[in-house]
C-alpha cells in the first residue's frame, strides 16, 4: 500500500522531466520509488537488501553530489573527466566502473529520464551503441542517456575557456544551489524523505553530467580552437599512458630475451614429442613448431624445460685415464703432408669428444703429439688451411689453431647462429675457408683477415696485461689468454667478417671447394646441389636429383666434376660444366655419408651408414668392397697409398688403398657393377649376393678409448653409474671424478636396483654423456642445495657439527690448482694496484682458509681441501664455462693459469671459491609438529609447532624428544617457532656400517627408547630405514652406556618447493632397553610393534591433511 | 509420429528397389540432438557394426537385471529400428539420448553438441563396456569365458586383477576396434645418425587440417607430412646422446576397415578470440586410396556415411547425415528420410567462397575398406 504521498512524489518527477507518456514514468518510477519507499519499514522477504542497498547508495550519490556541487575544486570528478576526454568509450566504462555503486541509482534515474531522450533519439543510439563496448553497459548507456537528455533538455552554455576545468562553471552560482536547496527541503517535508533524496540526486546528477557534458563540449570546441595546448596535455596523458605499457611490453621481452647475445651454443631443449593421441581429441595435429630460419643467438629460457639459467653454468668434464685417446667418434680426418726430408706426416682427428688431436705417423706407428682442446661441443670438421688448423663444432663455432703448436687455439670465430657442420678448404689456395652449418648459413672466410690481430687494444686486454699477465705482447695469438680476451671482438670490434652465401633455405650438411678456390658447392637437406663462387658468395647453379639429404661432396681440382655422396644411398657424379648429373652409382645399401677421391678423379672411395667401404670406378661403374667396419663411417682421408677411417667408434683405422693405382685392387676380382637405380643395389643385397671385403683388417689401428653412451645419477647424488660401448658398468664418483667401482659386463638395468640407496639429497649437479665422458654440469644457485655432514663423509678429523657444502667443495677441488697458480702470480712482486673487484679475499698463504657460512648459524671450521674432493692431477677433468666475456671455453683444470677471472670464469664461482660466498639461499626452515600418534600412552611434547633447518640431525630430535619426556622439562607453551634445541640437524641413512655418531649427553638409566622412522620423499611415506638397535650398539660402544635409544640417521634434505612432506616418526617404549627394529616402512616388513609418537612436518600446512593420511597407512 | 506422407515417397521412390529387411527411420530430434542422431544413422547403417553389435548383445545376455548402459541402449535402439514392421517411418531414441545424457555431462545440457565428440564419445564407452563385461565374465568362474584353458587363470589371479590371458595392460580387443580401429606410427629420424625411432599410436579417427580447394588425399597427404625438428627444438637422439635435428612424420601402419575422417572444419581466430568455421572445398572421393601408409598402399576404400554440418559458425547449426545404403544414398535429416542422388554429393564439399549461401558442409566422412586391391 504505497502512501498517497508517493504518487505526489512521481507527479513531480513526471513534471520536472517533461515526460510524455505518464504510464511508463509511473511503472519505472513507482517500481524505483517504491522500492525505495518502503525500505523504511523492516521487510521480512527478500528485496530487501536491495532496497537497503539502493537506499544507501541513493544517499551516498546524493551526498556526492552535493559536496561536488558546493566545492569548486572537483578534484576528484576533474580526473575522471580527463580521462573521459581522451577515450569517450573507455571513460564511460571507467566512470561506470569507479561508480559502480551508484549503478542501481543510475539505473532507476535512467528509467526515469529514458522517454525524455526520445526526442533526441539520433543522439541517444549513437551514445549509446558508443558505450555499448563497456562492460556494465546498463549504466554507461543510462550515463550516455542522462547526458543526451540533459543536452535535449537545455541550451548549450556558451563556450568555455581553457581554465573551465579548474573551477566550476560559473552557472553552478549559488543562485542555483540555494534553489536546488530550498526544493530538496521541500520534498522532504512534503513527499517524503526518499523520493525526495532521489529526486535531488538525480537533479544533482543531471546537473553534474551537464556540466561535464558541457565540459566535454566546451573542451572539445576549446580543442578546436585552441588545440595546441590542451591537446598537450591530453596527448602527454595518452603518450604516457603509451609509454608505460611499452615499458611493460620491453621489460616483458626483456626478460624473454637471453642474456647473452654473443653467439652461444644453441641448444635446444629436450623435447619429449609425444604425439597427442589421436582418438581422443578432435585436433590431432602435434603443435608443428616451425622456427624455420629462426636465427638462434642463444638458449631462449623461455621454451626450455628446463630451469631458466640466469646465470653461467660451469661444467666440469670428467677425462678418461688416458687422455691420449679419443674417447667418442671421429667426425672427422685430415691428413697433413710434411715437407719429405726428415718431417713426418701428420693425422688430425677432430672427435665428439670436443677435442682434436695431432697424431705423428712414423712407419706404422702413431702417438699423439697434441691434444687440441678448446671446443665444448662435438667437433663436427677439421680442415687444413696452410699451416693453420681450422675446425668447426656443434658448439656453433670455428677455431684456428697452429697446426703444429701444442694445441692453444689461436682465435675463435663466431659467426654461425646453429651448428656448423662442415668446412671445405681449397688446396691450392691456403686462405680461403668455407663453412657450413644448420640453418642454411655457409659463409666463407678469408684466412688471413680473419686471423689478424686486433687494432685497437681494449679496455680489458689492457688491464691484463697491467696485472702482470706474464708479458706477452698483444699481438701474441698463441697465448689461450689473449684468445679468450679477443674472442669477443672477432665479430664485433674486430672488423672482419666473413661472405656469406645466402641460399640455402635448410641446413648445409656438407661442403666441398676445388683446389684454386675458386668453385665452392654445398649441400643439405634441400636435397640440392648448390654451387656458389666462394670469392664473392654468389649462387651460380642448383643440381637436383638426389632424393635425401646430401651428407658428402667431393670436387675434383680443377671444379667440372663433382661428388655427392647422399642420404638415399646414391652417389651421383655431375657435370658442373653442362649443369646436369652425368651419373649415379647404386652401391650402397644405405646412406652414404663420406667420400674420398683419387688424386685424378678416377675412382672414388666411399663409405656410410651401411658399414662399407667400397671403391667405385666412376668410368666404368665397377665397384668392390674394400672393407666392412663395425661402425657407420663417417670420414675417410688418403694418405699415401693407403686410406685412414672414421667412425662412431673412437679408434681410427688405416686401410691399404692403392690410391695410386686402384686397378690393382679390382684385378683381385669379386667387384660388381653399380647400377643407377637405388632399389638394384638393395635388392642385390637381398638376394645373397653381397659382395666380400678384400680386405678383413686394417693395416693399422689408432685405438681409441671406450666412451660412455648411458648413465644414470644415483640417489646419493655423488655416484653416477655408466655404462660404455662395450657394454662395462662402472661406477663414478664425481666428487672425486675417478671410478670407484668396474662392475664389468653386467646389466645396468640390475645394477642400478642394487645400488638403490633409500636416500634423498637435493639434485645439485645434472650430467650428460654428450662428449663420449661424463660432464657434469652446475648452475647457480641450484647446485649449492645440497649439504651434508662431514662426519658422513667418512673425513678424518671432522668435527660433529661442519656441513659441507658439495657443490662449493667440488669447485674448489676443481680450481685447487688454479688458485695455487693464482696465488704465486699474486706473490710475484710485480706491482699491482688490483683494482679487479675479486680480489678482495686470501691473503697469499692462508689458501687453505676459508669460512663457510652454514644455515643456521656462524659454524666455521678450518678444512683444507677435503680428500674427497681432489680431483685427479694424472688425468684432470677438463673445465667447460664461459664468464662475462667471450664465449664457452674448455681447458684441463691443470692448465689453468691464474690468470682466469670473472670475464672467464663465472662471477658466483670465483666468489664461492676465493670468498667462501655462497648465494643467498632462503633460509627454509621447515616447521612441523610433534604430536603423540594415535593409541600411544605418550604425553603431548609441545604444543606448537617446531622448525628444522635445511637439513636435520634425528639425534638432535630424539635429543629433544628425550630432554622433554625423561628429564620432565616443563613446556613453556611452546613458542611456534622454536627451534628444536642444540642445533636439530638430520643426516642421511647410511648402511649401518657407516657408523652411527651421536653426541648424546649421558642419560639417566631407564629411558625411554626412541626410534625415529622418517619417511622421505613428499608423495610416498615411509621411505626410511633405520638402524636396529643391537646394530647401533655395535657400531658405536660409546651407546652401551646406557643410552638406549636408537638411532636412526635420515636425511631430510628439505626442499624449496613447497609441495615437500615430511613427518617423523618417534616411537618411544616403555623403559625397558628392547631392541625395537621397527623394520623399513617402505619395504613393508612388518607392523610396528609399538605405540609411535608421531612427529609430523610439513613445508606448507595442507600437506599435514596428507601426513596423516598417509601415517594411518602404517 | 509417422510422418505418412514422406514415408511412403520414399517407399514410392525406391519402389520395388527397397531393399529386403531394411528399414530407413528418422528420429526424433529433442531439441538439440541432432548431432547424436546423424551420427546414429551412420552406425546403424555401418553394416558390419550393426550386425557384431546385435550379434554380441544376442549372444551375450546377462541374465537377470543387468544394468542399463549406453551399449544396451544402443542395442536396443538397433534392434527396435531393424524389427519395425513399417518400412519407413520415424523412431523416437529417448532412452538412448536420456543414457548419453547421463553418463556425460557435456552432453546434458541443451547446447549445440558437436557430432565428432559425440563419436569419440560413443565409441570409447562402448569399448569400456565391453571391457568391463569381458572382465567380469571371465572372473566369474560359471561364465562363459572365452577360452576355457585361460579361465582357470583368471580364476585364479581373482576378480580384481584385469588381466586377459596372464599378460598385463594388454588393450583389450573388441569388435569396436576391429572395425574402427587403426595404429598409426610416428617416425623420428636424427638427422646425424639416421636412426629412426618409431612409436604406435591408435586411433579411432584421423583428424586433417584442410585447406581452401583441397582434397582428402592432399589432406591425407600434408597429415603424414615431414615436419623437421631444428634450430631451439632439437631432437635429443638417444643414438648420438644429444640434441640434433631430425625429420618426424605420422604414417598409417594399419589401416582401420572403417576409415572415419575428421575434416577439422574450425580454426581459432586470434583477433576475434574465438573459433571459426572453416567453409573451405574439401573433396572428398567416393573412392579412396590411402597413399600414406607404411607398407605399400594397397586399401582401397569406398565412401558410405557422410555427417554433414549445416551452419555458418562453430556454435551452431545442424547436422544430417548421408548413408549410402545397397548403393543408394539416403538423405537423413532427423525425422526426414529422403534419397538423394548421389550427383549431388558435391554440394557437400564446401564453398571455394567465403560467404555463400550453401553452408552445407561435409564434416565426418566415412570409408569402408573394399579389401586389399591387387
Known amino acids: 500500500m504505497r502512501p498517497r504521498s508517493w504518487k505526489r512524489g512521481h507527479g513531480f518527477l513526471c513534471f520536472g522531466a517533461g515526460v510524455t507518456e505518464e504510464d511508463e514514468v509511473e511503472e519505472s518510477s513507482r517500481g524505483s520509488v517504491g522500492s525505495s519507499g518502503r525500505g523504511e519499514e523492516a521487510l521480512p522477504d527478500g528485496p530487501r537488501p536491495r532496497r537497503w542497498r539502493l537506499q544507501s547508495r541513493i544517499l551516498a550519490k546524493f551526498f556526492r553530489s552535493v559536496s561536488f556541487l558546493t566545492c569548486p575544486n572537483r578534484n576528484g570528478k576533474e580526473t575522471k573527466d580527463s580521462s573521459r576526454l581522451s577515450d569517450s568509450s573507455k571513460t564511460a566504462s571507467e566512470s561506470s566502473t569507479k561508480s559502480r555503486d551508484g549503478d542501481d541509482n543510475h539505473g532507476s534515474a535512467a528509467a526515469v529520464f529514458s522517454c525524455a531522450s526520445s526526442s533526441s533519439s539520433p543522439f541517444f543510439s549513437s551514445s549509446s551503441s558508443s558505450s555499448s563496448s563497456s562492460s556494465s553497459s546498463a549504466s554507461s548507456a543510462s550515463i550516455s542517456r542522462l547526458s543526451s537528455a540533459v543536452t535535449s533538455g537545455f541550451p548549450d552554455p556558451p563556450v568555455q575557456k581553457e581554465h573551465q576545468k579548474r573551477s566550476p562553471p560559473t552557472l553552478c552560482s549559488s543562485a542555483t544551489r540555494a534553489f536546488l536547496l530550498v526544493t530538496g527541503l521541500a520534498m522532504t517535508v512534503f513527499c517524503g524523505r526518499l523520493s525526495a533524496i532521489m529526486w535531488t540526486s538525480s537533479w544533482l546528477c543531471l546537473i553534474a553530467r551537464r556540466f561535464s557534458k558541457r565540459e566535454t563540449t566546451a573542451v572539445k570546441e576549446i580543442i578546436e580552437a585552441a588545440p595546441a595546448e590542451v591537446v598537450l596535455k591530453v596527448a602527454a596523458a595518452k603518450l604516457r599512458r603509451e609509454r608505460a605499457e611499452e615499458r611493460e611490453q620491453k621489460k616483458k621481452v626483456l626478460f624473454l630475451r637471453p642474456r647473452s647475445l654473443d653467439g652461444r651454443a644453441a641448444v635446444g631443449r629436450r623435447r619429449d614429442r609425444s604425439v597427442h593421441p589421436v582418438h581422443l581429441l578432435p585436433q590431432v595435429q602435434p603443435v608443428t613448431s616451425k622456427l624455420g630460419m629462426h636465427r638462434v643467438t642463444s638458449s631462449n629460457n623461455t621454451s626450455g624445460s628446463t630451469r631458466h639459467r640466469k646465470e653461467k653454468r660451469l661444467t666440469y668434464v670428467l677425462n678418461d685415464v688416458d687422455d691420449k685417446r679419443h674417447c667418442a667418434g671421429i667426425n672427422c680426418l685430415s691428413v697433413l703432408k710434411s715437407a719429405p726430408p726428415n718431417g713426418c706426416d701428420y693425422l688430425f682427428t677432430g672427435s665428439r669428444d670436443g677435442t682434436i688431436k695431432r697424431w705423428a705417423l712414423n712407419n706404422n706407428e702413431a702417438s699423439c703429439s697434441a691434444t687440441f682442446e678448446s671446443h665444448v661441443d662435438w667437433v663436427n670438421d677439421a680442415v687444413l688451411a696452410g699451416n693453420t688448423l681450422v675446425s668447426c663444432s656443434s658448439d656453433t663455432t670455428v677455431k684456428t689453431w697452429n697446426s703444429l703448436s701444442d694445441g692453444a687455439c689461436t682465435r675463435t670465430l663466431r659467426q654461425h647462429s646453429d651448428y656448423v657442420t662442415c668446412l671445405a678448404a681449397a688446396e691450392k689456395n691456403s686462405n680461403i675457408v668455407a663453412s657450413g652449418g644448420l640453418g642454411g648459413e655457409v659463409f666463407i672466410w678469408d684466412v688471413d683477415a680473419a686471423l689478424s690481430p686486433v687494432a685497437k687494444p681494449v679496455d680489458t686486454t689492457e688491464d691484463k696485461i697491467s696485472n702482470g699477465d706474464d708479458g706477452h705482447p698483444l699481438s701474441s695469438l698463441c697465448c689461450s689468454n689473449a684468445d679468450n680476451n679477443m674472442s669477443i671482438h672477432n665479430s664485433q670490434s674486430h672488423g672482419y667478417s666473413p661472405i656469406p652465401a645466402k641460399g640455402h633455405k635448410e641446413s648445409v650438411y656438407a661442403l666441398a671447394m676445388n683446389d684454386s678456390g675458386t668453385l665452392l658447392v654445398s649441400g643439405g637437406t634441400e636435397k640440392v646441389v648448390r654451387v656458389w663462387d666462394p670469392r664473392t658468395g654468389s649462387k651460380k647453379m642448383k643440381l637436383k636429383g638426389h632424393a635425401d639429404n646430401i651428407r658428402a661432396l667431393l670436387l675434383d681440382s680443377t671444379g667440372r666434376l663433382c661428388l655427392s655422396g647422399s642420404s638415399d644411398s646414391m652417389i651421383r657424379l655431375w657435370d658442373l660444366g653442362q649443369q646436369r648429373c652425368v651419373h649415379c652409382y647404386a652401391v650402397h645399401t644405405d646412406s652414404v655419408w663420406a667420400l674420398a677421391s683419387t688424386p685424378t678423379f678416377t675412382h672414388v672411395y666411399s663409405g656410410g651408414k651401411d658399414l662399407s667401404l667400397y671403391l667405385t670406378d666412376l668410368s666404368t661403374r665397377e665397384s668392390i668392397l674394400l672393407c666392412t667396419k663395425e661402425d657407420p663411417i663417417l670420414q675417410m682421408a688418403l694418405q699415401d697409398d693407403s686410406i685412414w677411417i672414421a667412425t662412431t667408434n673412437s679408434s681410427v683405422d688405416r686401410f691399404p688403398a692403392e690410391v695410386h693405382n686402384p686397378q690393382k685392387i679390382f684385378q683381385r676380382g669379386g667387384s660388381f657393377l653399380a647400377g643407377n637405380l637405388s632399389f638394384t643395389r638393395a635388392r642385390a643385397s637381398l638376394e645373397g649376393s653381397a659382395p666380400v671385403p678384400v680386405y678383413n683388417k686394417p693395416y693399422f689401428t689408432i685405438p681409441g678409448n671406450l666412451g660412455i653412451v648411458q648413465h644414470e645419477i644415483l640417489n646419493n647424488r655423488r655416484y653416477v653409474l655408466t655404462k660404455d660401448t662395450a657394454g662395462s658398468v662402472k661406477l663414478w664418483e664425481i666428487t672425486k671424478g675417478v671410478v670407484i667401482e668396474d662392475h664389468g659386463k653386467v646389466s645396468f638395468e640390475k645394477k642400478k636396483e642394487e645400488l638403490f640407496e633409500m636416500v634423498s639429497i637435493p639434485a645439485w649437479f645434472t650430467a650428460d654423456t654428450r662428449l663420449g665422458c661424463l660432464s657434469i654440469h652446475l648452475d647457480s644457485p641450484q647446485c649449492f642445495s645440497a649439504e651434508l655432514y662431514a662426519v658422513d663423509m667418512n673425513i678424518p678429523g671432522a668435527q660433529d657439527d661442519v656441513k659441507i657444502n658439495l657443490a662449493q667443495e667440488t669447485l674448489r677441488g676443481l680450481l685447487a690448482h688454479w688458485m695455487t697458480k693464482r696465488s704465486q702470480r699474486k706473490g710475484s712482486p710485480i706491482s699491482s694496484n688490483d683494482d679487479v673487484a675479486t680480489e678482495k679475499d686470501v691473503s697469499i698463504r692462508n689458501l687453505s682458509h676459508s669460512k663457510l657460512e652454514v644455515d643456521d648459524g656462524a659454524e666455521s671450521s678450518k678444512s683444507g681441501m677435503l680428500p674427497s674432493f681432489e680431483f685427479s692431477t694424472v688425468s684432470p677433468p677438463s673445465i667447460i664455462t664461459e664468464g662475462s666475456h667471450g664465449g664457452p671455453w674448455r681447458k684441463k683444470i691443470t692448465d689453468l693459469d691464474g690468470t682466469e677471472d670473472e670475464k672467464d670464469l663465472p662471477w658466483w664461482c670465483i666468489n664461492c671459491v676465493l670468498n667462501g660466498q655462497l648465494p643467498q639461499r632462503e633460509n627454509t626452515k621447515c616447521s612441523f609438529f610433534l604430536l603423540p600418534c594415535e593409541g600411544s600412552t605418550v604425553p603431548v611434547i609441545t604444543q606448537g609447532k617446531l622448525s628444522a633447518p635445511r637439513i636435520l640431525r634425528m639425534n638432535k630430535v630424539i635429543n629433544y624428544v628425550m630432554e622433554k619426556m625423561v628429564l620432565d622439562k616443563p613446556l613453556d607453551g611452546g613458542s611456534s617457532d622454536a627451534t628444536i634445541v642444540l642445533g636439530v640437524s638430520m643426516t642421511k641413512t647410511q648402511v649401518p656400517s657407516s657408523g652411527v655418531k651421536q653426541s648424546m649427553k649421558s642419560w639417566p638409566k631407564l629411558m625411554p627408547s626412541i626410534d625415529i622412522l622418517c619417511p622421505i620423499s613428499g608423495n610416498e611415506f615411509g621411505y626410511c630405514s633405520n638402524i636396529h638397535m643391537e646394530e647401533a650398539r655395535r657400531l658405536d660402544p660409546q651407546l652401551q652406556s646406557g643410552a638406549d635409544s636408537m638411532m636412526t640417521q635420515l636425511i631430510m634434505t628439505m626442499v624449496e618447493n613447497d609441495s615437500y612432506l615430511l613427518a617423523i616418526f618417534v616411537s618411544v617404549t616403555s623403559a625397558l632397553p628392547t631392541a625395537t627394529n621397527m623394520g623399513c616402512l617402505g619395504m613393508g616388513r612388518g607392523p610396528l610393534p609399538l605405540p609411535i609418537m608421531r612427529m609430523t612436518a610439513s613445508m606448507s600446512g595442507r600437506s599435514f591433511a596428507r601426513s596423516c593420511t598417509h601415517n594411518r597407512a602404517i | ?374
Not at chain 2, 524389427?83 to 549445440?112: A, C, W
Not at chain 2, 580364476?155 to 569396436?176: E, H, I, Q
Open chain 2, 1 to 374: 509420429m509417422v510422418m505418412g506422407a514422406t514415408g511412403s515417397k520414399l517407399e514410392k521412390a525406391l519402389g520395388e528397389q527397397f531393399p529386403e529387411g531394411e528399414r530407413y527411420f528418422g528420429l526424433e530430434n529433442f531439441g538439440n540432438t541432432c548431432y547424436c542422431n546423424s551420427v546414429l544413422q551412420v552406425l546403424y547403417f555401418c553394416i558390419p557394426f550393426r550386425e557384431q553389435l546385435l550379434d554380441y548383445y544376442e549372444n551375450n545376455k546377462i541374465v537377470g537385471d543387468a544394468e542399463e548402459n549406453l551399449l544396451t541402449c544402443l542395442t536396443d535402439l538397433f534392434s527396435q529400428i531393424s524389427s519395425q514392421k513399417k518400412k519407413t517411418g520415424v523412431i523416437s531414441p529417448r532412452r538412448f539420448v536420456q543414457r548419453v545424457k547421463k553418463q556425460n555431462e557435456l552432453f546434458r545440457s541443451y547446447m549445440h553438441q558437436d557430432a565428432h565428440e559425440f563419436l569419440n564419445f560413443l565409441l570409447n564407452e562402448l569399448v569400456d563396456i565391453l571391457e568391463r563385461e569381458s572382465n567380469a565374465a571371465n572372473a566369474s568362474p560359471e561364465a562363459s569365458s572365452s577360452s576355457s584353458s585361460s579361465s582357470s587363470e583368471k580364476v585364479a589371479n581373482g576378480p580384481s586383477n584385469p588381466t586377459v590371458n596372464g599378460l598385463r595392460k594388454d588393450p583389450f580387443v573388441t569388435w569396436v576396434h576391429d572395425s574402427f580401429q587403426g595404429i598409426l606410427t610416428n617416425e623420428t629420424r636424427c638427422l646425424r645418425c639416421e636412426t629412426v625411432t618409431a612409436r604406435d599410436e591408435t586411433f579411432f579417427d584421423l583428424s586433417l587440417d584442410i585447406e581452401q580447394n583441397s582434397s582428402i588425399t592432399s589432406c591425407l597427404k600434408n597429415f603424414s607430412s615431414t615436419e623437421t625438428l631444428n634450430a631451439e627444438d632439437k631432437f635429443f637422439c638417444d643414438k648420438c646422446c644429444s640434441l640434433q635435428e631430425a625429420q618426424k612424420r605420422m604414417k598409417i601402419k594399419k589401416p582401420p576397415s572403417i576409415l572415419v575422417i575428421h575434416l577439422k572444419r574450425f580454426k581459432y581466430i586470434e583477433h576475434l578470440g574465438r573459433n571459426k568455421k572453416l567453409s573451405y572445398r574439401v573433396v572428398f572421393p567416393m573412392e579412396l586410396k590411402l597413399m600414406n601408409t607404411v607398407e605399400d598402399p594397397d586399401t582401397e576404400y569406398s565412401l558410405f556415411a557422410v555427417v554433414v554440418h549445416i551452419g555458418t559458425g562453430p556454435n551452431h547449426g545442424h547436422y544430417v547425415s548421408l548413408v549410402k545404403s545397397h548403393n543408394h544414398w539416403l538423405y537423413f535429416d532427423d525425422e526426414t528420410v529422403e534419397m538423394i542422388d548421389e550427383s549431388t554429393m558435391h554440394k557437400y564439399f564446401g564453398s571455394s567462397q567465403e560467404y555463400s549461401s550453401n553452408t552445407e558442409h561435409g564434416y565426418i566422412l566415412f570409408y569402408e575398406s573394399l579389401g586389399k586391391s591387387s
